[in-house]
């Protein structure tokens, strides 16, 4: 073990590494986890929104009068009541790095600027008598031409938002590089093509929700909410409502997944938050599923248009790519940019290329607002990893030995990408050759010829991917524990970060169980409450292992030295010659002279006169972690599919991933991280599209049409670990995202395959499919 994954002295390893139970499956697997819309306040009130039906229209008038006289009707607001309670509605990073765009208000007032857009909010005594009161309200709405389609939006002289006189939400290029220039002027080999995305989006099991109560007495807000950022969400409420933070306490418990769309708060959510606050009651919203698919978040529908240099030898010596992003009408401000720029700077990804360049819009348009999906940037690695497959088969080559020419080996670490991304420690090399392996490319080959010879179509698919993980950069970049040894020897960690499904009670228990010496069974995580831990970023961008792991391997480092003083103390011995072991604290090489933890702990606080002179009673250390810089992770994905010739339906036969994750604090869950992520690509590629109209319509609004991969479309995914230790504190680095990221691609390459033919296009449904088959040009 090196240095950067060793327990302090004398501390054994004996949790991490190891797939133990997690701690947050008996309640889960028992249906005793506790969500939101499994909780009741008292006298609390029920809400529904009435939505836009249009895509872009003004907003003539809005009669309430028969809803409001409905029986069981508390109140019903419109953006005219509501929007002016509000004091701003900004996320911390937007405020941090001076985000401007269109106004955001919790209720369109005036304008609607896409199927779903909230416009009244109705509050009664149950959801469904507001539901019935939402049918009595008149909205007259004028209807305008919407803007459909990124890719003539900027010709299009009407405008998603006439008072920011463009459609161009952002943009932005590379400096001009001659050098670059001139790799393609002296390229042997030109491959280009335009690489696009199709919209799909997060569909968490539980959607949206939360219940507000105010108390007017005290002056405070506390709300129950499926949040990723307990913090965040507590930091916007004190912009929105201009209370301070010790006023406001968010609780965020069992959480139902979010891959993001729970990182922001909604205009919803706002709203609610607001009228709680005015209406003196609890409230409670929950969001249903034709709500989460239409309004909540969308995402993915992008393009890259690529150029990729090659010499005589088929190196790579220059890339560009322009990418450009539907981000609907509302998207999370901010963020598009920060995304849009790392599809850019990624894109180079785990390849040996001297010479990137790269430009990227940002595009408005009548549709549901873009904000982050497990990956948000990961349209480099698509298009990247798609545009491999097709110059190897334009240029004669096979694809594994084009990828093996031009990879980033051990030996070239530390590595700096042509646009800037530092690289090291890293195994891109290794985890191509695992898969190599783990497939068997030459008797794949043997196969596929054997399986078209009998009119099958088998095809074989990689994808090699760079993944950013717990990058610096506002409260994302910092983390928290705060560790007390109870006088019983029980040990509670408390968190800043967010548990939505990522296992955080169990791996943070195995790190603070090693750190410590103790039983795992003795260490209890705790998260999601303001009023109990500390501030901390949240869950997202692949950062808990990262940055709560170090922060929890600081502090319970600093914990053990304390309490290993103490013992030393009463066994009068020195510190240096003890060590813990299951919760005993020994000196080495004399095991039957020790004393038990739970002994140290009960005089730690509650025998002040007998510990060292100088020495506070009670036994608790917090630790912050701030990244420094980006850690990085590597992976491989190789995936076969069949697909059939008369149906054009694929079917998934093997998948399989090598993975360097750094030190596997548990890989069950690591495991469970890299499968839900597959999953997720095997749904986008194959079943899932939201679709609109050319008149922003939306086509796609329940399970019926906006199709989910199901356990019968999934193979059982294969692993091959790598452990190539970060050098941060533990080793650890994320994985919450490649899975997702990489997935894609290695799908599209392997149809692509199996059909002979370039596919740069999704979804690859078997209507899609068999309609670029028969329009592709015959030999």
């Known amino acids: 073990m090196s240095a950067t994954t060793s327990p302090p002295a004398g501390a054994t390893p004996r949790y991490i590494g190891q797939a133990v139970a997690r701690k947050e499956d008996p309640r889960l697997l028992t249906g005793q986890g506790e969500y939101v819309d499994d909780l009741s306040l008292q006298g609390m009130l029920h809400v529904a929104f009435a939505r836009s039906p249009h895509a872009s229209a003004l907003i003539r008038s809005i009669d309430a009068s028969a809803a409001k006289e409905l029986e069981g009707v508390r ?73 459909i389609g990124y890719e003539t939006s900027l010709a299009n002289e009407t405008l998603v938002h006439p008072e920011m006189k463009t459609n161009l939400a952002s943009v932005l290029t590379s400096e001009p590089d001659p050098a670059l220039d001139r790799a393609f002027a002296n390229a042997v080999h030109i491959v280009q093509e335009t690489i696009r995305q199709h919209r799909y989006i997060n569909v968490p099991m539980e959607t949206r929700g939360l219940i507000a109560s105010w108390h007017s007495g005290r002056g405070e807000m506390t709300f129950y909410s499926a949040t990723q950022l307990p913090n ?52 409670k919203w929950i969001e249903d599923r034709w709500e989460n698919l239409v309004s909540a978040n969308h995402a993915r529908e992008e393009l890259v248009h690529v150029r990729i240099a090659f010499d005589a030898d088929y190196r790579i010596t ?121 497939i068997d490319f030459e008797a794949f080959r043997i196969e596929q010829g054997e399986a078209r010879a009998a009119g099958r179509l088998i095809g074989i698919g990689l994808s090699h991917l760079v993944e950013p993980t717990a990058a610096a950069g506002g409260s994302f970049g910092i983390e928290v524990a705060n560790i007390r040894m109870q006088p019983s020897g029980y040990v509670d960690v408390y968190v800043g970060t967010g548990n939505h499904g990522q296992g955080t009670e169990t791996t943070m228990a195995q790190i603070v169980a090693d750190t410590l010496g103790i039983e795992y069974e003795k260490v209890f995580v705790h998260d999601g409450d303001t009023d109990m831990v500390p501030f901390g970023g949240g869950s997202g961008a692949s950062r808990t292992a990262v940055l709560a792991g170090a922060a929890c391997h600081a502090a319970g480092a600093e914990l053990r030295g304390k309490i290993v003083q103490l013992a030393a103390h009463y066994l009068e011995a020195a510190p240096e010659d003890l060590e813990i072991n299951s919760g005993k604290i020994s000196v080495r090489g004399t095991p039957t002279h020790f004393l038990e933890m739970t002994e140290v702990a009960f005089k730690a606080y509650n025998d002040s006169p007998s510990l060292p002179p100088g020495m506070s009673p009670g036994l608790e250390a917090t630790a912050r972690h701030a990244a420094d810089g980006i850690t990085f992770a590597n992976a491989t ?78 193979p059982t995914i294969e692993y091959a670990h790598l452990e190539t230790p970060a050098k941060g504190p533990g080793g650890y680095k ?33 209507s899609l499919l068999f309609a670029m088959v028969n329009r592709a040009p015959t030999s």
């Open 75 to 147: 109140a019903v607001l419109t953006g005219a009541d509501l929007n002016g309670d509000a004091h701003e509605m900004k996320s911390s990073y937007e405020v941090l790095i001076g985000s401007v765009g269109p106004v955001l208000e919790p209720l369109a007032s005036a304008r609607v600027k896409y199927v779903g857009d909230p416009v009244v909010m109705v509050i009664a005594e149950s959801r469904a008598i507001a539901e019935d009161a939402i049918e009595l309200l008149e909205i007259e709405y004028d209807p305008q031409t919407p803007v």
């Open 232 to 283: 965040e969400f507590r930091t916007f409420t004190t912009r929105l409502l201009a209370i301070p933070e010790n006023k406001i306490r968010v609780i965020a418990r069992d959480v139902g997944g979010g891959f993001g769309q729970k990182a922001f708060v909604g205009r919803e959510e706002a709203a609610v938050l607001l009228a709680a606050k005015r209406i003196g009651r609890p409230l």
């Open 318 to 438: 220059a890339v560009f790519c322009d990418h450009e992003e539907d981000i609907g009408a509302l998207p999370a401000s901010g963020t598009s940019l920060t995304t849009g720029q790392m599809v850019g700077m990624m894109f180079p990804g785990p390849y040996k290329i001297p010479h990137a360049g790269y430009s990227t819009k940002m595009i408005w348009t009548n549709t549901c607002g873009r904000l982050p999906y497990r990956g948000p940037w990961m349209m480099e690695t698509v298009a990247r990893e798609i545009m491999i497959d097709i110059a190897a088969r334009r240029l004669g080559i096979d694809a594994l030995e084009l990828r093996r020419r031009n990879t980033i080996t051990e030996a070239d670490m530390p590595y700096t990408s042509a646009t800037g991304m530092s690289y090291d420690r890293l195994s891109i090399d290794r985890t191509l050759e695992k898969v190599a392996a783990g």
């Open 637 to 714: 994905h190789a995936c076969i599919v069949e697909v059939d010739p008369k149906t054009y339906r694929v079917k998934v036969l093997r998948y399989l991933v090598s993975s360097d994750c750094g030190v596997v604090i548990n890989p069950a869950v690591v495991e469970g991280q890299i499968a839900g992520g597959v999953i997720q690509g095997i749904g986008g590629v194959l079943f899932e599209h939201f679709a609109y109209d050319e008149n922003g319509n939306p086509l796609t609004t329940t399970f019926m049409d906006y199709l989910l991969p199901t356990a019968a479309d999934v």
């Open 734 to 766: 994320g994985v919450g995202e490649g899975g997702a990221i990489a997935s894609p691609p290695a799908i599209v390459n392997a149809v692509a395959d199996a059909l002979g033919m370039d596919l740069p296009s999704q979804p690859l449904s078997p």
